[in-house]
Every structure is written in structure tokens, then in C-alpha cells.
């Protein structure tokens, strides 16, 4: 952007932060924005791993705990879904990285729509705030499971039928308008604020993950928006979108003609995509990691981006495989059950690519690169089972067990969720000046792999065994074994273990910030713009009185001849390390 | 963090201009997103066997032509004339909604009235939204600025045409024949 170099004493910056209010809470600094998301969404996923934790318990040892009883055990349920998926991931990826990195990645020296940006956080804080408040409306919060289906959802019977949903459906409303305002934002900064130099094929694969997530997102969230609304006119204003005819509790319901199914294919028009929302962003995050801290150019850099712009296509045209047992014509089970496994080739590409990254890499196993490598492995046994469970004869049987929870907690939970943390460890001494401890970090690391493929490997077996998903007990019934129930008792023992080492993380986090060991300007001797700020961390403004100019791509590490093994993006052009004219391997 | 400032310029007004063009496309992207979902779920509902047409009151040609009135004040740059036209276009909707009211077509009931409620108000909502950047760029009404008003009022226009055409025409039988359902 054509910021000039101010030729008067009094010229200023449109938006430079004077006082403590404007620098930390009012800011319109991205970075300080991207701190504030960051923060909440990790302070909102600790409350949904604590309600993961009373649902093992549950499980683990049922009826002990009396306290979880049947009502609170789904409300559980629900609000850990919507937490993590939501308010955790798509908050942290989008809001978090893609507000941190786009504009330090892409040379900009902040989001176009500063005041926007500043908004669109600050919807997000109501919105969980609304969220947590349905804690403590009368009936509690909403049971409903994260997917929210009507007519359940708001008929008696349903824990939180009167307050909670409401209170649920308007946080996320809420929660839309916030992401579309930061979504606005980091698209247009990607298209109109890049550097001179920074073409669209010399972006990092971060950036091309968040702003096709980010694309993905302004189009899904309507859907989200539409069925949200709907549902809310049915509940307070007694309209019949959504509705049937039925009796309830002995009477005949004032509803009629409604349709649930429509319900079902706006949700998960929103909701397969919300999957990629959340998904690509750790791609991308993935594929530089890895290539950093294996010193090696990425392998197949366009066809990354074009598998990474493929996906995103794809995910619009599968939503209906999580409908499968909800009945359907036989041409559309078909139909979505073959777009669905072709998503499969695109994705095969990039583990691929990722692979061959590693091929012959000065692999350093640090704290970051040992998430990517951790990520690879859960994704691709999470991506494996989606593969059975996309085809629609052996989706049936399997869709209402354990194998279902196994599946997408690996591949949408824990994988996104290593991106994550692998991420803030790389990131963090940008972020703080300062890096996190390495111990802890490995204790977190190997508790947190470990322990979650401890906790959700087994699930597969439970499912392929008949283990019914979405049930408060396991007691009394005949043809779930032993065994399982010993399973069950094992897996809440590590899910608490893995549960306590994440706040070993939170504590690395604070301790780190103020205490931890100082950080140059590069500690990962990294090639992308976001480690060539003038000052560690960037000030606001990012770039000093300069603009960087960018010479090549971001991936140039090793290059043979080279005095060191990488050629920052912003090197004159004689130091070489150019992209491959192909986009194939230098 | 550091939040120590660079003391720079702000960006010259031709840069902010594009940027302002570009998030505005991105907006009308999402905002067909939004209303085509709805119109795909409208013609899904209409389909079922308890939706009966809703006939369209007349105060909506009014609404019409004031919009149109609008878009054609926006290209003449006249600001202030466009800006009336859409406040106009909000008062002849609730008129509109008025004369339902009047014939006892409520909001519940039949899903055809309930989908015009919440849609006409959805829309209204955008206007609203549009009045509200309109009144920013009252601040500093540079042709840039005002051109994207133009354009905003424009797709606000056919988005009303298309709402429009689709209550008088999709009717529940017609809703039917495109769902593949036998009454």
C-alpha cells in the first residue's frame, strides 16, 4: 500500500495508537487484534476441553460423577462441539494466524479495514460472550448436539429448549457477522495490499491456506446464517420453516408443514466446508512449517496451491455425505458419495508433496516441526477412515457409532489442533520477542500425540464393535462386552492427563511471554517476509519508513552456491534462490 | 507485542479507492451467498403441501419504481436524491407490509408470508446498511465513493427485482413442478 514517507513533523499514521486504551483494547493494529483473538479463542477452548473431560468421566466410570446426569451430559456434548469447532478453530485460524500473518506475509503494513478489523474482533468477544452466558440462562444451555437438527432442538424434552437455543443461535449469528467483517478483510488485503514483488505464486502456503479458508468462509457462513434465522423465527415467532406438524408432551404442536430435511442440507452446506474453513488454513501452516525446519524448498508449490484452491471447490459439492442416513435418492447418495472420494486425490497431492518435502531434508526436529510431522500422521489416518465412512453402504452401519467420533476427531480435531500448536511455537518469538520453553514444549508435544492417539485409536474399534455414539451410559447393555467398558475407563485416564498437559502449554505461554529466553529477529532462519520486520516484534506499521521489495518466493532454502541455506524473500535478486519457472522441484 | 508506531502518512485517496471497490465486491459476493441460499430454501418450502400464494400488494410497484428512481439518481451523482429515494423505498415497504397486515396475511402460518416478511426485512436490513455507508461518504463525496454507492444501490435493485419476481412468480405450484413433488 502507497503509505508515503511523512514529509511534515506532524504528519501520522491514520490510526497510530496514542494511549493504553487505543494500543491494547480499542487497537486497530492487526497484530494486536490477532493476540486478542487468539486469546479468547484459547481461553474459550479451554472451557470446551474441561466439558470433554466431564464427558469421559462420564463415560469412564458412569455413575459415579452424579452430578453429570443425562440433561447435562448433552448439553456437554453441544457446547463442546460448538466450541471447538467454531468459537476455537475457526476463531484461532482465521482470526488468530490469518489477522497475524497475511499482512506481515503478503508486506502490508496492516489489514485494508483497520476499523473493521477492530470491529469484527470485538463481535467475536460478544459472541462468545453470549455463547458463555447460556451457562446460566434458565434451563441451562442447549442440548440439542452441535448440529442443532430440528424439530428437536427446540421441542420440551431437549435439555435448554427455551433459553438455551435461543441464546445459542444468536451467539452465532453474531459470530457470522464478526467473520464475514474479518473476512472482507483479509481477502481484499491479500488481493490489494501485497508488496511490489509479492505475486500471487510467491505467497507463502499459509496465506494461500487462510485466503482460501477465509473465501470459503464468506460463502459457507450465510448458509449457517440462513438456517440460524430460520430457526430463530420458528422458536420465538412461531413460524413453520423448519417445523412440522407433531404432537409434543400430549398436544399437538401449533407448527405445520415444516421441513427438518431443509434444515439439514443448510446446515451442511455450512458445515462440510466449515471442515476445509479449518482445515486449509492448517495446510497451509503445515506445508511451511515443514519446509522451514526441513531446510528444503516445498515439493510442487503450484500444484499445493491448486490442490489447496481444488479442495476448496470440491467441499461445496459433498455436503449431503452427512446425510446419508437421513434417506435420500439413491442417484444423489451416488452423486455425493463419489464427489466426496474424489476430494481424496487433491488431498493424497499435498500429503504427498509433504512427504517429499521431507525427502532428503536437513530434517530439525524441533518443538514446531515435531507438530507438523505429528499433524501428517493424524490427518492421514483421520483422512483414511473418511474414506469408509464416505461411501454410503458402509456409512450406514457405521454412522451412529464410536468409528464416527474416532474419525472426525482426528482428522478435524486433533490434526487442526497440532497446526495450531506447532504454529504458535513457530510463530511466538514474532509474536512475543521471545521464545517458548523447549522442554515444556516437548513434554506438551508428546503428552498432547500420544495421549489423543491413545484416546481416539481405540474409538475406532469401539465403533466397528457397535458402540453407540451420542449415549449418556453404556451400562445395561447387553452386547457392548467388558472389554469396552475397560476401553471406556482407559480412554477417560488419558483424555484427563492429555486435558491437565494443555495447561502445562497455557502456563509455557504466560511464562514465556514475560520470562522466557529473548529471541533474534529470525530464530528459525526462515525465508518468508513475516522474519524480515526491522524490529522484533514488528512495530505498528510493520515496515519501518520502507515498504520490503520481495525477489522471489517464499521456499528458498539450500540453494546450492548460497552463503547460508536460505535467501530471504526480500534479498536483491543477484543472491538467487528464484521460484521454478514450473512450479516443480528447483 | 509491540506497539510502538511508525509515524506515517495514511494512504492516498486513489489506493484506498480500490481497496473500498474490491472489499465492496467481496460484500456483494457474500451477500448473494446469503439470498440465494434463502431463495433455494424458499422454493424448497413452497414445495410442501401447506404453502398457499400470497397475492403481492400494489404498494410494492411504489417501492419499485422509488428504487429504480434511486439507482438513477446514484449515477447522476446526486447523493442526497439517492439517499432519499432508498429511505423512500423503506417507507413504501412498510406500507407494503401494512396492506398485508391489513388482509390478515400473517407472519406464521403459510410459508410463502413468512419467507416475504423475513426476506422483504432482510433486505430492508441491507438498505438500512446502505444508508449507513452512505451517510459516511456524505464525509467526503469523491466520484470514487459515490460510484460505489452507485453500484451497492444497483445490486440492491436487481436483488429486490429478483425477491420480487420470485414472490409473484414461484408460487407453490410452480415450486412443485421444480422440486419434482406431486400436490
Known amino acids: ?586 | 507485542m509491540n506497539t510502538s508506531a511508525v509515524q506515517l502518512q495514511a494512504p492516498d485517496e486513489a489506493t484506498r479507492e480500490r481497496a473500498l471497490s474490491a472489499g465492496l465486491w467481496a460484500f456483494l459476493v457474500v451477500v448473494t451467498s446469503l439470498f440465494s441460499l434463502f431463495l433455494t430454501a424458499y422454493v424448497m418450502r413452497l414445495s410442501s403441501p401447506d404453502a398457499t400464494a400470497v397475492e403481492m400488494p400494489r404498494q410494492l410497484w411504489i417501492s419499485t419504481s422509488v428504487l429504480i428512481l434511486g439507482s438513477l439518481m446514484m449515477h447522476r451523482r446526486q447523493l442526497n436524491a439517492g439517499g432519499a429515494c432508498a429511505m423512500g423505498f423503506l417507507v413504501a415497504q412498510w406500507w407494503a407490509w401494512q396492506a398485508l397486515q391489513a388482509e390478515h396475511v400473517v407472519l406464521t402460518g403459510n410459508p410463502a408470508a413468512s419467507f416475504f416478511y423475513l426476506l422483504t426485512a432482510l433486505h430492508g436490513l441491507h438498505v438500512a446498511g446502505g444508508l449507513v455507508a452512505w451517510a459516511n461518504v456524505q464525509a467526503s463525496p469523491t466520484p470514487g465513493r459515490i460510484a460505489m454507492c452507485a453500484r451497492y444501490w444497483d445490486y440492491l435493485l436487481m436483488l429486490w427485482i429478483v425477491l420480487f419476481a420470485a414472490f409473484t412468480w414461484i408460487t407453490p405450484e410452480v415450486a412443485r413442478v421444480i422440486c419434482g413433488v406431486s400436490p
Open chain 1, 1 to 586: 500500500m502507497a503509505y508515503v514517507i511523512p514529509t511534515r513533523p506532524d504528519d501520522e499514521s491514520h490510526h497510530a495508537p496514542q494511549s493504553f486504551w487505543t494500543r491494547y483494547v480499542w487497537s486497530q493494529d492487526h497484530k494486536v487484534i490477532a493476540v486478542q483473538y487468539g486469546c479468547t479463542a484459547i481461553a474459550v477452548g479451554l472451557v470446551g476441553l474441561v466439558l470433554s473431560n466431564l464427558m469421559r468421566l462420564q463415560l469412564g466410570f458412569p455413575g459415579e460423577f452424579a452430578f453429570i446426569n443425562a440433561e447435562r451430559y448433552y448439553q456437554f456434548v453441544t457446547m463442546h462441539g460448538m466450541i471447538m469447532v467454531i468459537y476455537l478453530l475457526t476463531a484461532l485460524f482465521l482470526g488468530g494466524f490469518g489477522n497475524y500473518l497475511i499482512p506481515l506475509m503478503v508486506g502490508a503494513r496492516d489489514m485494508v479495514f483497520p476499523y473493521l478489523n477492530m470491529l469484527s474482533f470485538w463481535f467475536y468477544l460478544l459472541s462468545v460472550v453470549v455463547l458463555i452466558a447460556s451457562f446460566f440462562v434458565p434451563g441451562g444451555p442447549t442440548g440439542a448436539g452441535w448440529t442443532l437438527y430440528p424439530p428437536q432442538a427446540i421441542l420440551p424434552g431437549t435439555p435448554g429448549h427455551d433459553w438455551g437455543i435461543i441464546v445459542m443461535l444468536v451467539s452465532l449469528l453474531i459470530f457470522i457477522v464478526a467473520a464475514t467483517m474479518g473476512g472482507l478483510n483479509y481477502v481484499t488485503t491479500v488481493l490489494q495490499a501485497r508488496c511490489e514483488g509479492m505475486t500471487l505464486l510467491r505467497m507463502p502456503l499459509s496465506v494461500w491456506g487462510i485466503f482460501t479458508a477465509t473465501i470459503l468462509a464468506l460463502l459457507a457462513f450465510p448458509a449457517l446464517f440462513v438456517s440460524g434465522v430460520m430457526m430463530l423465527f420458528d422458536k420465538v415467532l412461531g413460524t413453520s420453516f423448519f417445523m412440522p406438524s407433531l404432537v409434543s408432551m400430549g398436544q399437538l404442536s401449533a407448527h405445520q408443514g415444516g421441513s427438518p430435511l431443509l434444515f439439514q442440507h443448510l446446515f451442511w452446506f455450512f458445515g462440510h466446508p466449515e471442515v476445509y474453513i479449518v482445515a486449509l488454513p492448517a495446510f497451509g501452516i503445515v506445508s511451511d512449517l515443514i519446509s522451514v525446519h526441513a531446510r528444503k524448498a516445498i515439493f510442487g508449490y503450484r500444484t499445493m496451491v491448486w490442490a489447496i484452491v481444488a479442495i476448496g471447490g470440491l467441499s461445496f459439492v459433498v455436503w449431503a455425505h452427512h446425510m446419508f442416513v437421513s434417506g435420500m435418492n439413491p442417484y444423489f447418495g451416488f452423486f455425493f458419495a463419489t464427489s466426496t472420494l474424489i476430494i481424496a486425490v487433491p488431498t493424497a497431492i499435498k500429503v504427498y508433496n509433504w512427504l517429499l518435502t521431507l525427502w532428503r531434508g536437513d530434517i530439525h526436529l524441533s518443538v514446531p516441526m515435531l507438530f507438523a510431522l505429528a499433524f501428517m500422521l493424524t490427518f492421514l489416518l483421520g483422512g483414511l477412515t473418511g474414506l469408509f465412512l464416505g461411501n454410503v453402504s458402509v456409512d450406514i452401519p457405521l454412522s451412529g457409532t464410536y468409528f464416527v467420533v474416532a474419525h472426525f476427531h482426528m482428522v478435524m480435531g486433533v490434526a487442526p489442533l497440532l497446526v495450531v500448536f506447532g504454529g504458535i511455537y513457530h510463530w511466538f518469538p514474532k509474536i512475543t520477542g521471545r521464545m517458548l520453553d523447549d522442554r515444556l514444549g516437548h513434554l506438551h508435544f508428546w503428552v498432547t500425540f500420544l495421549g489423543t492417539y491413545a484416546i481416539f485409536f481405540p474409538m475406532h474399534y469401539l465403533g466397528l464393535l457397535g458402540m453407540p455414539r451420542r449415549y449418556h451410559h453404556f451400562t445395561d447393555y447387553e452386547f457392548i462386552p467388558a472389554s469396552a467398558h475397560a476401553f471406556n475407563a482407559w480412554i477417560t485416564v488419558i483424555a484427563l492427563i492429555v486435558g491437565a498437559v494443555q495447561l502445562v502449554f497455557v502456563f509455557n505461554l504466560l511464562w514465556s511471554a514475560f520470562r522466557g529466553r529473548k529471541a533474534g529477529p529470525n530464530p528459525w532462519q526462515a525465508a518468508s517476509l513475516e522474519w524480515a520486520t526491522p524490529e522484533t516484534p514488528p512495530a505498528h506499521g510493520n515496515w519501518g519508513r520502507d515498504l520490503p521489495v520481495v525477489h522471489r518466493w517464499a521456499y528458498a532454502y539450500s540453494v546450492p552456491g548460497a552463503p547460508r541455506d536460505f535467501i530471504a524473500q526480500d534479498a536483491p535478486s543477484k543472491d538467487g534462490g528464484a521460484e521454478p519457472a514450473y512450479g516443480g522441484s528447483p
